[in-house]
Nanobody, 124 residues
Framework: QVQLVESGGGLAQPGGSLRLSCAAS????????MGWYRQAPGKERELVAAITSGGSTNYADPVKGRFTISRDSAKNTVYLRMNSLKPEDTAVYYC??????????????????WGQGTQVTVSS
C-alpha cells in the first residue's frame, strides 16, 4: 500500500513564503513523475508544477519565477518552495506521484497517487 503525506501548508502574508513537502511511503519500486496541483474554491484542480525522475521541471505560467519544485529521490519526497505569494495562490494544494508498486495480483504496475491536500491561505 502506498501513501502520500503532505505537510507545510498554512497562512502566509502577501509576499511571504511557504514550503510544502510530500513524502511517499509503502511498497515502492520506483517513482516516475511527481507534481503539485491546487484547487481554489469554485475552480477546477490545476497543475502547479511537475518534476520528472530525471529532474526536468515544468511550471504553470502564474507561478513561474516564484515557485520551485524539487525532489529527494532517496527520501521519496517532493517539495514546493513558494515565494512572493499572492492572494490568488490561496487553494488546497495536492501532491501527485506516478509510482510503480505491486498490485493485488503480485505484479509490478504504475499507478497515480494523490496526497490528502494541504491548505495554503495568502492573506494580510
Amino acid at each position: 500500500q502506498v501513501q502520500l503525506v503532505e505537510s507545510g501548508g498554512g497562512l502566509a502574508q502577501p509576499g511571504g513564503s511557504l514550503r510544502l513537502s510530500c513524502a511517499a511511503s509503502g511498497s515502492i519500486f520506483s517513482i516516475n513523475d511527481m507534481g503539485w496541483y491546487r484547487q481554489a474554491p469554485g475552480k477546477e484542480r490545476e497543475l502547479v508544477a511537475a518534476i520528472t525522475s530525471g529532474g526536468s521541471t515544468n511550471y504553470a505560467d502564474p507561478v513561474k519565477g516564484r515557485f520551485t519544485i524539487s525532489r529527494d529521490s532517496a527520501k521519496n519526497t517532493v517539495y514546493l518552495r513558494m515565494n512572493s505569494l499572492k492572494p490568488e495562490d490561496t487553494a488546497v494544494y495536492y501532491c501527485n506521484a506516478r509510482i510503480m508498486t505491486r498490485n493485488r495480483f503480485g505484479r509490478w504496475a504504475e499507478y497515480d497517487y494523490w496526497g490528502q491536500g494541504t491548505q495554503v491561505t495568502v492573506s494580510s
